[in-house]
């Protein structure tokens, strides 16, 4: 491993700052103070910084005359869950626990920023993006809506998730789909309400309710190509308040995951035929209202993710063949507006899963992050 020696020379108080941060978990877009502390460190490091989305920091370090701009994002929001571990910086938030790292990710960023304070000799424009609200609050979209693309011209973006069960010094590079999109959807199924004794009176819903959630199980193994992969859950059905009664309504809700735009376009489509069909069957009516709420997440320039990654851990610690995941990542709609490459750095094999009360982000890839990113300015700048 060719680790940058001045970042492993700040590990300890990298350390200490991960801490702290796990210690103060802060969730969504209400991430206040650790925006505080982020700002607090680019003051001290003297790196200029800007507020942008919603408790979001962006702060931009120039080095010569060159026009090219490489962002960073990372996250720095946590977890709605109690925390199970009991060393010194557990969480002391009751119901809030960083379970997925993001502590670390922040972090890692910061101490980029502290290695380019004292190391400018690149030539273009290096930008910090510390965004809050990754967990489902729409931290990207914030941060988008309010200029960011506007603001600068960037040429390309770099991300990365710290990965469980994925060794400590290895690095994941995915040549495509990185993570999954994200789509939710409601069925309204409506008939007519009545007595349970008289159901050729009324018009009851629940029988097209089973042939629509049957039938959208079918749709992954009969019309989504086997090469592909895609995911339909139903994760919600409500109707109903009698022991004796035939509802009108009946709400059925599920989650959709893909790892191609193509398959995501299939799916919406059959699940509206799926309904619309179950529905013509039984003389209901069928409304669905399907949101789109992440893209899938595209690597589109894996060639630099590659070299970057090789150039700190070694070729033979870097993995390409990792399945793409079914999570999402909003990271995602960047790769709508410029070039980048989201990776994946090991936590470890024996890692607890993210999102579980006993994770912790592993202090000793802090350094595996930021010397990848100073391995992309090397490459890019
Ligand atoms: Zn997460
Ligand atoms: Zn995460």
Redesign the pocket.
């Given at each position: 491993m060719a680790l940058n020696s001045e970042v492993l020379a700040l590990l300890d108080e990298m350390k200490e700052i991960r801490r702290n941060i796990h210690r103060n978990p802060e969730v969504g877009l209400e991430t206040v103070e650790t925006a505080k502390l982020i700002k607090s460190k680019l003051d001290e490091y003297g790196i200029p910084y800007s507020d942008c989305g919603v408790n979001s920091v962006v702060a931009e370090i120039k080095g010569g005359e060159g026009d090219t701009t490489v962002a960073f994002r990372v996250?720095f929001d946590a977890l709605e869950m109690e925390e199970e571990n009991d060393f010194a910086y557990k969480s002391q938030v009751q119901g809030r626990m960083h379970a997925?790292?993001?502590d670390g990710h922040c972090t890692s960023l910061i101490a980029l920023a502290a290695y380019l304070s004292k190391n400018r000799d690149f030539n273009g424009t290096v930008l910090l993006l510390f965004q809050s609200g990754?967990?489902g609050y729409e931290g990207a979209l914030r941060v988008i809506e309010d200029g960011f693309f506007d603001k600068y011209k960037v040429d390309y973006m770099f991300g990365f998730?710290n990965w469980p069960g994925l060794e400590t010094g290895k690095i994941a590079v995915h040549n495509g789909a990185c993570m999954a999109s994200e789509d939710r959807f409601e069925i309204y199924v409506t008939g007519k309400s009545g007595h349970a004794s008289m159901p050729h009176v009324s018009n009851e819903p629940f029988a097209a309710v089973a042939d629509i959630i049957k039938g959208l199980q079918s749709i992954i193994v009969r019309k989504v190509p086997s090469h592909e992969r895609g995911v339909i859950s139903i994760t919600q059905v409500h109707g109903g308040s009698m022991r004796n009664g035939i509802p009108d309504r009946v709400m059925v809700q599920g989650n959709v995951r893909t790892c191609n735009e193509d398959v995501q376009d299939l799916i919406e489509e059959s699940i509206g035929q799926v309904a619309k069909g179950a529905a013509t069957m039984y003389g209901v009516k069928a409304e669905l209202d399907y949101v789109r709420k992440h893209p899938v997440l595209v690597n589109s320039v894996p060639e630099i993710g590659l070299k970057a990654a090789e150039k700190v851990v070694g070729a033979e610690n870097v993995v390409t063949d990792m399945e793409s995941s079914m999570a999402a990542e909003d990271y995602a709609f960047f790769m709508k507006h410029t070039k980048g490459c989201y990776v994946w750095i090991g936590n470890g094999s024996d890692s607890a899963a993210?999102h579980n009360s006993k994770y912790d982000f592993n202090d000793e890839i802090l350094p595996v992050a930021a010397s990848f990113f100073i391995a992309v300015i090397d490459e890019l700048l």
């Open positions: 996250d997925c790292g993001h990754e967990e998730h993210l």
